[in-house]
């Protein structure tokens, strides 16, 4: 486990990542803006402690007050910003999909195998499942022995699944949607690949207007934005490895180390070389 505190003015993000789990835990605070739409392969699991957090997901526009819990699901796109001077301080978890379907045997008599928690909402006022995601995060940020964490992690898991139901994920059967879909995967596919909108639409069957206009209705980004996400994705999992960032930008499909970092940064907060040294003990390059 490692951590890292970038300080800038009054700003600052602490962040660990436990390797047995693959859970990262965030605390930061923020004034101004926070940062851009992104999003994570991870379950977002989280509680604002100060000041109001004002957020996107979904095109709606969120504020979370003190001890409100908000939960977002993995590739749900979202920013974030302080609505006033005084910012605001919150805490978070970044939970694998994996490490809840290794729990569920231990909750169910049948645990789901392909479903997906689906949450109703992303805001919540829950004394309750604050508190477990709360002791949670204290337990992999300020660790104190593995039973501990262990314990903490399954009551947090319990907490969810007695809230929120496992189940199949929904694909909107509309001819739009399929096109559009093929684009969003051809993008996941050929992400390394130099590709331009005309061989998008190519793919989607449609004029490029009509293609950038419904994958922002359908998606939450534009192809070229979108794009970028799946290349950060990408390079998060080879820092975590150990790869200099240098050769991530590489392999991930970015120009050069600079772009990679420039857009790093506008979603992360932090460096891709800080990233890499809190998940490997790596020393800056």
């Not at 069957?205 to 990408?234: I, N, W």
């Amino acid at each position: 486990m490692a951590r890292a505190v970038n300080m800038k003015m009054n700003q600052w993000v602490d962040m660990t990542r436990d390797n047995n789990t693959q859970i990262e835990t965030i605390r930061a605070h923020f004034e101004g803006h926070a940062y851009d739409a992104h999003w994570h392969d991870s379950y977002l699991v989280g509680v604002t402690e100060s000041g109001v957090q004002q957020f996107h997901s979904g095109r709606v526009r969120y504020r979370s007050t003190p001890g409100e819990v908000f939960i977002l699901s993995p590739g749900e796109i979202h920013d974030g910003d302080a609505v006033d001077q005084a910012g605001f301080t919150y805490r978070m978890l970044y939970i694998p999909p994996s490490l809840f379907h290794q729990t569920l045997p231990e909750i169910f008599v049948s645990p789901p195998n392909n479903d997906e928690m689906v949450f109703p909402a992303t805001l919540f006022q829950d004394k309750v499942l604050a508190a477990a995601i709360w002791s949670a995060f204290d337990a992999i940020h300020q660790p104190g022995g593995k039973l501990s964490k262990d314990h903490a992690l399954l009551q947090l898991v319990l907490a969810l699944t007695q809230r929120f139901p496992w189940r199949r994920k929904a694909i909107p059967q509309d001819k739009n949607h399929s096109a559009l879909r093929l684009v969003k995967e051809y993008l996941h596919e050929m992400a390394t690949e130099a590709t331009g909108l005309n061989e998008l639409a190519e793919v989607a069957g449609m004029d490029r207007y009509r293609l950038s206009r419904q994958f922002l209705k359908c998606f939450g980004l534009p192809p070229h934005a979108y794009l970028v996400q799946v290349r950060l994705s990408r390079a998060r999992q080879l820092l975590r490895q150990g790869i200099a960032p240098a050769e991530a930008a590489a392999l991930a499909g970015f120009a050069d180390q600079s772009h990679m970092g420039r857009w790093f940064r506008r979603a992360y907060r932090f460096t891709p070389a800080a990233y890499r040294n809190i998940c490997t003990n790596v020393p800056d390059d």
